[in-house]
């Protein structure tokens, strides 16, 4: 009898090793099979894992970013110089051909360009430079057209009216092209003056235009400053006078009777 209960008892206890045993096996499965990554099979197409855009590969424009020119630039209309360089062997016919050039190219700049190396400005040439002033003002007055260039076309000496050892005085015809805006005054203009040049600076040093002359010079500009200097003036003063008078009769056409541009 007692045998029969020992040998109950060592299968019951060999049947609790036996379960802890497999239990403990089976626990070492599962821990080993969650660390291995699964493989796909050949059968089964790998799902791709997705990838986030980097933000920063496409530029987005910004409304600082310059927009591309569609406009060609329109070329810049060629300018007349408004000095020419003294020749070494200066002459007289140059010498009256650059006068009346400087005198158009003042208009084309809207003030008196420099003179200085080709007439002084004394009691003599003064009037001529007040005249050359009213050109101007014409024009900014809206009176009178602009030029577009001016370059000296002809120069013939008429005469020599007198000469000594340092100066000499001529008669000429200077022709001058000048192209206006709207071609309203044509290409070109011819005028007769009288010039006195000293012989060793080869510098004008008197101006004057023939008597009967059509011109604003010879007709309103120097009767009116003789007639001031003949009231008691400078001929500073007489000229300035001339001038000023001259100069508020425009305005008056230009306010009372303003010119109708396109």
Not at 48 to 69: F, H
Request: net charge negative; proline share 6%; aromatic share 8%.
């Amino acid at each position: 009898m007692k045998r029969s209960i020992c040998f109950i008892i060592s299968i019951v206890l060999s049947l609790v090793a036996l379960f802890c045993l497999v239990s403990c096996a089976n626990n070492d499965r599962k821990q080993t099979g969650a660390n291995i990554t699964p493989t796909p099979s050949p059968s089964e197409p790998a799902v791709p894992t997705s990838v986030v855009p980097n933000e920063s590969a496409t530029t987005l424009p910004t409304e600082d970013a310059s927009a591309a020119p569609t406009d060609t630039a329109q070329p810049t209309p060629e300018r007349t110089s408004p000095i020419i360089q003294r020749p070494e062997n200066v002459t007289i016919e140059w010498l009256a051909g650059e006068l009346m050039r400087r005198k158009y190219v003042s208009c084309i700049e809207l003030e008196l360009v420099d003179y200085s190396d080709i007439m002084d400005r004394n009691e003599n040439t003064d009037l001529f430079f007040y005249n050359n002033q009213l050109d101007i003002d014409l024009i900014k007055l809206n009176l009178s057209d602009n030029f577009i260039s001016a370059t000296n076309h002809d120069t013939h000496i008429k005469g020599i009216v007198s000469e000594s050892e340092t100066e000499i005085t001529v008669d000429l015809y200077v022709g001058t092209s000048i192209p206006s805006v709207g071609n309203s005054m044509g290409d070109y203009i011819g005028e007769s003056f009288q010039i006195t040049v000293d012989k060793q600076r080869m510098v004008i040093i008197a101006y004057g235009e023939p008597n009967g002359y059509a011109s604003r010079y010879k007709s309103w500009l120097e009767p009116l400053a003789l007639r001031y200097r003949n009231q008691g003036l400078s001929w500073e003063e007489a000229n300035k006078k001339a001038y000023d008078e001259i100069f508020a009769e425009f305005v008056v056409e230009a306010t009372e009777y303003p010119r109708q541009t396109p």
